[in-house]
């Protein structure tokens, strides 16, 4: 069906390129290759064990027939399977969730699945190892092999990686069989809408939200499955673990010029499998600089060894999205015995940079420095990339440029999901992203707040989980598999609330100064040593549609770590999930301050826009009305992050927006959805955010400049213009100014003038920036209403004469050029889509320069879309709509 075609089939067809990769790593970006290292993700089958009476030892014998067994996604969950099998519909669309049966229900054993596999014996050299590694199973398993089991006790723990030795079990004809029996996590928890249902869920060392949340529907096996890789490697007599690599940048330092040297740490585990002692080297090297340390490794040993210090002269820095390059050394550790063999290696990409803290006693809250400069942290918080655990290398890179096109610089994950995996960090580290890192707590399950819909009280629900053993072994076992990226920047100890003592100190004391130590630790993510709370309440929020004046005037938490607005994407979009009978706009009511909500769309957790919508006119159709959310959307979150701008350093250090990606089809804090196709709402934070920036404060009418750069911006020609919406423009000034580094700045004011020239009918306020060769630099254009609220001249504006033309510049890149007469009116808000020439299907995904843009008469603007071939039909068109425009679709010249 068209509404999931599209991702699909980019997700299969990345899918099909993965590479056999371990990621690991530690203050900076570490991709890691072994001696060989294979990923078993194909040919995997699976039954329930209602179905099975054989135990594990007779169905990992090779002769054990499987005949009857169903095709496994692995990689995956049981629902994924099923999915994939036709079992259950697609639970993303419309109601489809309500018709699987629900783990709470069913009882434990209807989602639980035993899973085979057929591998072919690799080849190791004399000594050689082979090792069978799980990067993660939930929630617990038992695991056999060509008739053993391997695990001596069930395996616990969601996020707690597995590795065997099973040189000595591998079958000599080379034809070996896996047989993995997973079990649910204990217990499942009443999905009874509550936050993480009924709480129980957090019980477990694992993710929260599959019982269910404000902004998801309950997943309904809970993600029970091999969820994450499986891999065969093999090493010679000694295997390389844990490698880990931290920097030192001292000084205050700039992107550009000469640099001082840099420290580089370089360290790791070394597993000596053998009943002998091996004598050897370890070697590691980058940018063609090497550091040695010889070792005599005792039998059967896993021994820590670190390297001497390694001075990097003028490196090349490592710098968050906005700030400088985000350079990758590649680098490689091996470890060469003293036949001069190389038994095992592991190639990294390191980022040199260094991460600081330091409290701001003016705003009382904690600022972030990379490399001695001082970041205004601009935010997102993400859940996980796919509610149903289906990750790809693919989609984990789109979503964080999406992040990285937004202007922001740091990603939250949240404490209800995971540490997020490897290739999520690879991506941050290529675009600049820095991560703050959740662990597996959060307020709503573990019993910060009264909540009558909680099975237990608040003081049992403060102790979950009920092994914290196993939560600081696998904190432990995490912190190990991503510390090395550079993007990692701070961990903390749970959303909203602190893990229970006897986990916290231990972790944050003991374990995270021992394994990483490189990083802020923050107890919990509105703590008052990240961000004093003098205000009462929770310590973060608000969430839903706001008057635009209270991101300017209304004073929050000083690092807010959650900050939210809506996100309805528009009508293609909501045609993907909603059935077409269910296409129906909510209803506003003024007198209740209430909307009348379809079932599907209060399904799918819509909340309400209020009255912002009815101001550009009420709405015909759902169409109309998502059309109009778009206007909404974008100004929420470019009058957001201005706002916060506008008083960086005086009463803010940093904010991050609740929420920016969205793993299910939900009907809120979205930037773009779930099949990756961006709304409004990312183009106006890509504005907002910019790291040089003029904007209008609609509350005092002071026009005032960021600069988000480490550089004075010196002789910019700030140009104000007011344009009524016959498209005629009243130049109001034009003055030189300069904008200091890392500073907001107010330059004149406007409101009297402004409020004259819009009182009748809106008017339009184009403030623009020009450098000394008069190249516009930036350029923001506000629509602003009338004396009452209203926009009501958009509603009167005459149509578009704007020109449109489309090229190919390149392999999967088009230049669109929007070109508008003089005497027209402003060609206003268009919407450039990439699309099948054949449906008219948008092309997903796109990166698109910008979008919904606005053209001034007399003007021109350009926009690059950016897009795989390899997921596109043959022929594709340029499709552009706007609010004073009907769509168009344009054939690309080559």
Avoid at 159 to 180: D, E, H, M, P, W
Avoid at 600 to 625: C, L, Q, R, S
Avoid at 715 to 725: G, R, S, Y
């Amino acid at each position: 069906m068209q509404r999931i075609t599209t991702y699909t089939s980019f997700l299969k067809n990345n899918l099909l390129k993965k590479t056999a990769v371990l990621l690991l790593s530690s203050g900076f970006g570490l991709l890691a290759h072994a001696q060989t290292k294979v990923e078993l993700n194909a040919g995997w089958k699976c039954a329930s064990i209602s179905d099975i009476k054989a135990n594990g030892e007779t169905i990992s014998s090779p002769a054990y027939s499987l005949s009857n067994w169903q095709p496994a996604v692995v990689p995956g969950t049981v629902l994924t399977t099923l999915l994939a099998n036709h079992k259950v519909p697609d639970p993303f669309y419309g109601m489809n969730n309500q018709r699987i049966k629900d783990i709470y229900f069913t009882g434990r054993d209807y989602y639980t699945y035993w899973f085979v596999d057929d591998f072919k014996s690799p080849q190791a050299g004399n000594d050689g190892q082979v090792y069978l590694n799980f990067r993660g199973v939930n929630y617990s398993c038992n695991i056999y092999l060509n008739g053993h089991k391997l695990n001596a006790q069930t395996h616990q723990g969601m996020f707690l990686r597995q590795s065997y030795n099973i040189t000595s079990l591998l079958n000599k004809n080379g034809n070996n069989r896996l047989a993995v029996i997973v079990y649910p996590p204990d217990p499942v928890g009443n999905p009874n809408g509550g936050q993480g249902g009924d709480g129980r869920i957090a019980k477990n060392v694992g993710i929260q939200y599959t019982a269910g949340w404000d902004w998801i529907q309950p997943m309904r096996d809970r993600n029970t499955g091999i969820w994450d890789k499986v891999t065969i490697e093999t090493t010679g007599s000694v295997n390389i673990l844990n490698p880990h690599v931290v920097t030192q940048v001292p000084g205050v330092r700039k992107p550009e010029g000469q640099q001082q040297p840099a420290v580089i740490k370089a360290s790791a585990e070394l597993q000596n499998a053998l009943n002998k002692s091996v004598s050897g080297t370890l070697v590691f090297t980058i940018n063609g600089t090497k550091v040695t340390q010889k070792v005599v490794l005792q039998p059967k040993s896993t021994t820590q060894v670190n390297l001497a210090d390694l001075m990097l002269k003028n490196p090349k820095l490592w710098w968050p999205n906005g700030y400088g390059e985000h350079y990758l050394y590649p680098a490689q550790m091996q470890f060469i015995t003293a036949a001069n063999q190389v038994s095992d290696q592991e190639k990294l990409n390191v980022g040199v940079r260094e991460i600081q803290t330091s409290w701001n006693s003016w705003t009382r809250s904690r600022q972030i420095a990379v490399n001695g400069q001082k970041v205004f942290i601009k935010g997102g918080n993400w859940i996980i990339s796919d509610a149903m655990l289906r990750f790809s290398d693919a989609r984990y890179d789109a979503e964080v440029r999406f992040h990285r096109d937004m202007n922001l610089n740091l990603i939250r994950i949240w404490g209800g999901a995971l540490v997020e995996r490897p290739e999520f960090y690879n991506a941050c580290d290529k675009d600049g992203m820095l991560v703050f890192q959740d662990f597996w707590i959060s307020g709503d399950a573990n019993g910060r707040w009264v909540d009558p819909l909680k099975a237990e009280d608040q003081w049992t629900r403060r102790k979950y989980p009920d092994n914290h053993q196993l939560f600081l072994q696998s904190a432990a076992d995490q912190i190990k598999l991503v510390r090395n990226h550079p993007s990692l920047a701070m961990w903390c100890g749970g959303n909203e609330i602190t893990p229970p003592e006897d986990i916290l100190l231990p972790l944050r004391d003991s374990i995270m100064p021992k394994l990483d130590g490189t990083r802020w630790f923050v107890d919990f993510s509105n703590s008052d040593e990240m961000s004093l709370n003098t205000l009462g309440g929770n310590g973060d929020g608000p969430y839903g549609i706001q008057q635009l004046s209270t991101f300017w005037e209304t004073r929050t938490f000083p690092f807010n770590s959650e900050i939210g607005s809506v996100g309805v994407g528009d009508y293609e979009s909501l045609k993907r999930f909603i059935p077409e009978q269910n296409l129906v706009a909510p209803q506003y009511s003024v007198s209740s301050k209430k909307s009348q909500v379809d079932s599907v769309w209060d399904y799918h957790k819509y909340i309400g826009y209020d009255g912002a919508i009815e101001t550009y006119g009420k709405p015909k159709n759902a169409e109309d009305f998502a059309n109009k959310a778009q206007l909404v959307n974008y100004d929420q979150y470019r009058a957001l992050m201005e706002g916060f701008s506008s008083h960086m350093w005086d009463w803010y250090t940093g904010v991050m927006i609740w929420k920016t990606q969205n793993p299910w089809t939900a009907l809120r804090g979205q930037m773009y959805d779930y099949y990756l196709d961006p709304n409004a709402c990312l183009y106006g934070l890509h504005s907002g955010s910019e790291p040089l920036h003029a904007m209008y404060n609609p509350v005092s009418g002071m026009v005032s400049i960021v600069n988000n750069t480490f550089s004075t911006r010196r002789d910019l020609m700030l140009v104000v213009k007011a344009v009524n919406m016959k498209g005629k423009d009243s130049l109001l000034t034009q003055v030189f100014v300069e904008a200091q580094p890392s500073s907001s700045k107010a330059y004149l004011p406007i409101k009297t003038t402004i409020d004259q020239l819009s009182k009748n009918e809106g008017t339009f306020l184009s403030l623009q920036l020009l450098d000394i060769n008069k190249n516009i630099v930036n350029d923001n254009l506000y629509w602003l209403p009338d004396a009452e609220g209203n926009y009501s001249g958009l509603k009167r504006m005459d149509a578009s004469q704007v020109k449109v033309q489309s090229k190919r510049i390149s392999k999967g890149k088009v230049e669109v050029t929007l070109t508008n007469p003089g005497k027209a009116p402003v060609a206003f808000f268009n919407r450039i889509s990439l699309v099948d020439a054949a449906t008219h299907k948008r092309v997903l995904p796109v990166f698109y320069s910008d979008n919904y843009i606005s053209v001034l008469p007399g003007a021109q603007k350009k926009v690059v879309l950016d897009y795989n071939p390899g997921n596109a039909a043959q022929k594709v068109l340029v499709a552009v709509s706007g609010w004073n425009m009907q769509e168009q679709f344009l054939e690309i010249t080559e």
